[in-house]
């Protein structure tokens, strides 16, 4: 089982910029991706982005295109997404995710007006 360690996040004002970072226990394959989802209260689990570890494609939801931008580290087992142009809106934990079935335990991220 992969243990995926989640660090980053915080507060910022609408506007600003935080980055969250990611990192398996272990390399990943090609084949593998991992992914940002976020779970504001109330509200469903919803992605935000994700990468595939042969850096094939990226994939952004609609709400964090053209603000979040994620990126994997060269040896395979660090994904980071820099989020700017943060809205009150991207309060949520953020959870890490491999392949959708190995999960972080969670990160805040809390943005105030």
């Known amino acids: 089982q992969v243990q995926l360690a989640e660090s980053g996040g915080g507060s910022a004002q609408a506007g600003g910029s935080l980055s969250l970072s990611c990192t398996a226990s272990?390399?990943?394959?090609?084949?593998?991706?991992l992914g940002w989802y976020r779970q504001a209260p109330g509200k469903k689990r919803e992605r935000v982005a994700y990468?595939?570890?042969?850096?094939?494609?990226?994939h952004y939801a609609d709400s964090s295109k053209g603000r979040f931008s994620i990126s994997l580290n060269d040896a395979k087992d660090t994904v980071v997404l820099e989020m700017s142009s943060l809205k009150v809106d991207d309060t949520a934990v953020y959870y890490c995710?491999?392949?959708?079935?190995?999960w972080g335990q969670g990160t805040q991220v809390t943005v105030s007006s």
């Open positions: 995710t491999l392949d959708e079935y190995c």
């Open positions: 990468i595939r570890a042969g850096r094939v494609s990226t």
């Open positions: 272990r390399r990943l394959s090609s084949s593998n991706f």
